[in-house]
């Protein structure tokens, strides 16, 4: 183990939930704390890496020598995380980014004048995916939290987002994942996998970010 492993390398990590506005004084969001990709920024930092931090909404302080960049929605995300891409050979998509926003915001507080009601929901951009197609395409790696099916599931977004790696968990279990503090996770690749078994976030964090070094210098060589 190269407690340096990330020496000099320019990482780029989303992290956290993101917020999508209903009005002035609504959102949709989900149950992610950031826990795992702030523990992750703080390994990749402690391995040496130049670590930018894209985080949604959270409680957390930033780790030491980390850049963090605070966003709000997924297109605020979007937006951060293609201004880095000039300068990134390593990119990590961590946070939960809202699959769906409003298509409008409401510019007044919406009124409960009916029993029911409906918004509209349009797709967000894909922030994992497109930065593994861009022209200046980093090592790129994704997350797959599942209920169900975990390791096919996994397996399919690793080849259609075209990842080099997913980190794939069992979202169903509350002892792991979201807002845990501890997880457990199968790490995916074309041609292997391997499973790291129930342990801190942050120890985890240690683990995967060697892993995540190894096939990083393996896709440059
Ligand atoms: O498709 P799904 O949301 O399950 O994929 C999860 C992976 O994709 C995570 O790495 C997540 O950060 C990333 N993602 C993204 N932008 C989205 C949706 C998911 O970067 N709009």
Aim: glycine share 6%.
């Amino acid at each position: 183990f190269n407690s340096r492993s990330l020496d000099g390398v320019h990482l780029t990590i989303t992290a956290g939930p993101t917020r999508e506005a209903i009005d002035p004084v609504r959102y949709i969001s989900n149950h992610s704390s950031g826990k795992m990709g702030y523990a992750l920024a703080a390994a990749a930092a402690d391995a040496g890496a130049i670590v930018t931090l894209i985080s949604g909404p959270t409680n957390l302080p930033c780790p030491e020598r980390v850049t963090r960049v605070d966003t709000i929605s997924a297109q605020d995300m979007f937006d951060a995380t293609m201004g880095t891409l000039d300068n990134c050979q390593l990119f990590i998509g961590c946070a939960a980014v809202a699959d769906y926003r409003p298509s409008s915001i409401a510019e007044q507080k919406i009124k409960k004048d009916n029993d029911s009601m409906h918004i509209e929901l349009v797709r967000n951009p894909d922030i994992v995916s497109t930065v593994a197609k861009h022209s200046k395409r980093p090592i790129t790696v994704g997350f797959a939290a599942e209920t169900q099916d975990l390791l096919h599931y996994a397996r399919g977004k690793l080849e259609r987002k075209n990842l080099d790696l997913i980190i794939a968990n069992d979202v169903s279990n509350t002892a792991i994942g979201f807002n845990a503090n501890d997880n457990a996770v199968t790490a995916i690749w074309k041609d292997g996998d391997c499973q790291i078994p129930q342990m801190g976030k942050s120890q985890l964090a240690a683990q995967l970010i060697s892993l995540i070094a190894e096939k990083f210098f393996a896709a440059k060589n």
